[in-house]
């Protein structure tokens, strides 16, 4: 087996056990023994287990990353396409373990890193679907990149941890991007539905 693909394999070994068991009830040993490897394989590839957290969240990432090129290349509306982009990277029920590993205090480190990379990977995909709305007269603003960017960062501080949120916060956030997209008041109203579910 090349050495690509038998990390890959260790990674997909270990997203499995940490769904179904979760991340601390997997130990290395664990993971080891359903591979049918030797430890010092294991620790050729990761130096720790967290490392190798870190290459499963990478995995669940380039999954959603693969749903949101699907959307964004799909035939439905803008804002639709903007929805179902930003549920894309949305964990599902089963990979809530996952997240919620990465959420406790010990991880933050990693937390703060792989919300970095979220947000790199949504950048690009988003960026095309307010251009595509640009063109067709939903949205008008330029750098939007940037623009979206600074969203991005907005909602995360905002919904990210767990904090309540009220009717007005939610109504001042979907105003924010209305006026950072250039767009009509009501146009970004369904992101009610992204905050509902």
């Known amino acids: 087996m090349k050495n690509n693909d038998r990390k890959e394999s260790l990674v997909k070994i270990a997203f499995k056990m940490f769904l179904s068991n979760?991340?601390?009830?997997?130990?290395?040993?664990?993971?080891?023994?359903?591979?049918?490897?030797?430890?010092?394989?294991?620790?050729?590839?990761?130096?720790?287990?967290?490392?190798?957290?870190?290459?499963?969240?990478?995995l669940m990432l380039d999954n959603q990353s693969k749903h949101a090129e699907e959307i964004l290349n799909s035939n439905i509306s803008i804002p639709e396409k903007i929805v179902g982009i930003i549920l894309s990277y949305t964990p599902n029920e089963i990979e809530n373990t996952i997240k919620n590993t990465i959420h406790n205090n010990e991880n933050i480190v990693l937390h703060q890193k792989l919300n970095k990379e979220l947000i790199e990977r949504m950048i690009p995909i988003l960026t095309e679907v307010v251009k595509d709305g640009n063109k067709v007269g939903i949205f008008n603003c330029d750098n939007i990149p940037e623009r979206i960017k600074s969203i991005l960062i907005l909602s995360g501080s905002l919904f990210d941890d767990n904090k309540k949120i009220t009717k007005n916060d939610i109504d001042v956030f979907i105003d924010i991007i209305e006026k950072t997209l250039g767009a009509k008041s009501g146009t970004m109203n369904f992101i009610n539905k992204i905050i509902e579910r």
């Open 22 to 58: 979760g991340y601390e009830n997997t130990s290395v040993d664990k993971i080891i023994e359903e591979a049918k490897i030797a430890k010092g394989t294991f620790y050729y590839y990761f130096e720790s287990k967290e490392q190798l957290l870190e290459e499963v969240v990478g």
